[in-house]
């Protein structure tokens, strides 16, 4: 499978602990996204990067928040004492950019993350 | 700031309609305009990317039209089919050196046999 891939699935944890999540990009990729999507809402925007290199965070990406390429291959998000308002699907997308040409976004199936 | 509006939220068509899918967004300082298929607890499929100087692209049943001037995009879809009900977004990547996507919230189409 050459697709985006992330894992796990599904988790569900207790308030105030700690959660990651993995992403496998599409192997010769340099981009690596990663959205957040509640109910009935398009995805929201969270970090990006550039092979290793972090380029960009949302501002809805709090302190808890933190999200690592260190290879500049998978890609790691680490939720630390999470909230019930954490709750969402947690989508990873990857893309091959090549100067300012358009980029399309391959998607992974998301991590659906369910904080009780 | 960027916003994207997708109106209705849900449509309901009989099997073999031909049906249009409206977006709109308030900054016609764009990049590209993607359009997006999601089913139900899964990710995003992209399904046509529409550059800034592009008008329409067109992929089997599927066509997509950029008006940037006016803020509007349009997803066309010939003789719908059962399967392809599913949540169709468009989403706006800004001008710049990245694809920081700002997405619409979805149009839930459910096609009838």
């Known amino acids: 499978d050459t697709g985006v891939s992330q894992d796990p699935r599904h988790k569900i944890t207790k308030r105030g602990q700690n959660v990651t999540f993995r992403c496998d990009p599409i192997s010769e990729h340099n981009r690596l996204y990663w959205y957040r999507q509640t109910l009935g809402q398009g995805p929201e925007f969270l970090t990006y990067f550039q092979n290793e290199a972090q380029l960009e965070k949302s501002r809805l990406l709090s302190d808890r928040f933190s999200a690592e390429r260190p290879k500049g291959s998978f890609s790691t998000l680490e939720i630390q004492r999470t909230e019930q308002g954490d709750s969402a699907m947690y989508l990873c997308a990857s893309s091959l950019r090549r100067g300012l040409a358009n980029e399309k976004l391959f998607f992974g199936s998301g991590t659906q993350l369910s904080v009780l | 700031k960027q916003e994207v509006t997708q109106i209705p939220a849900a449509l309901s068509v009989p099997e073999g309609e031909n049906l249009v899918l409206n977006c709109s967004f308030t900054?016609?300082?764009?990049?590209?305009l993607q359009w997006f298929r999601q089913d139900p607890g899964k990710g995003l499929t992209s399904l046509l990317l529409i550059q800034s100087s592009q008008r329409e692209q067109t992929s089997g049943r599927l066509n997509a039209s950029l008006d940037k001037s006016s803020g509007r995009s349009t997803l066309y879809i010939a003789a719908s089919q059962p399967g392809d009900s599913a949540t169709y977004l468009c989403a706006v990547s800004p001008s710049g050196a990245n694809s920081k996507l700002t997405f619409g919230k979805g149009i839930t189409l459910s096609v009838r046999p």
């Open positions: 900054d016609s300082a764009i990049y590209n």
